[in-house]
């Protein structure tokens, strides 16, 4: 059974050209997201995101209809904080595609560390949008509230996961 060659490339210095690397080669299996390099997994990732989102905006158009299902759960729910959310997944979801393409481009050491860590907060970050909807306040660490210090612990792993992922990329980009 032949190996489908995965989306992932990379540049190498060595080879001076594209060179495709099956899955079966490559290493770390995440649920649904399955065996892939680090630009498939960026770029499966993203589209599971702007599928979730889309889900979401789904969920959050119908209740307000007047045709709709009326919903308590409408009238609960912050609205602004959940739409928050629904815009940065998209846009983080962007923000990946962007990073599968730039490792398209460039050979940069531990691509699966680097496209994780940007998934990671891809899915992570609007999370704390979402609990503040439900009244968890994730930007306060004052250690008042479990879920908030939960939350807010959540959120700056996420940031600082971004931050290293997105270094790593333009340390590669400008040398």
């Not at 594209?18 to 649904?32: D, H, N, R, S, T």
């Not at 702007?50 to 209740?63: D, E, V, Y």
């Not at 009326?70 to 979801?93: C, E, F, K, N, P």
Request: glycine share 10%; with cysteine.
């Amino acid at each position: 059974m032949a190996v489908r060659p995965a989306l992932t490339s990379y540049h190498t210095p060595s080879n001076r050209g594209f060179k495709f690397i099956g899955k079966a080669q490559m290493g770390v299996v995440w649920p649904l997201l399955g065996s892939a390099g680090p630009t498939e997994f960026l770029v499966r990732s993203g589209v599971l995101q702007i599928l979730f989102t889309t889900i979401l905006g789904w969920a959050m158009l119908l209740p307000h209809q007047a045709w709709g299902p009326s919903s308590s759960l409408a009238t609960r729910l912050r609205s602004r904080d959940v739409a928050m959310a629904h815009v940065d997944w998209i846009m983080l979801a962007l923000v990946q595609f962007a990073a599968a393409y730039i490792l398209t481009l460039k050979a940069v050491p531990s691509a699966h560390v680097v496209a994780r860590c940007l998934a990671f907060y891809g899915w992570v970050g609007p999370s704390v949008y979402m609990a503040r909807a439900w009244g968890i306040n994730g930007f306060r660490l004052d250690g008042k509230r479990m879920w908030d210090t939960v939350m807010g612990t959540l959120g700056f792993t996420g940031i600082l996961a971004f931050t290293y992922g997105w270094a790593q990329i333009v340390r590669v980009w400008w040398m």
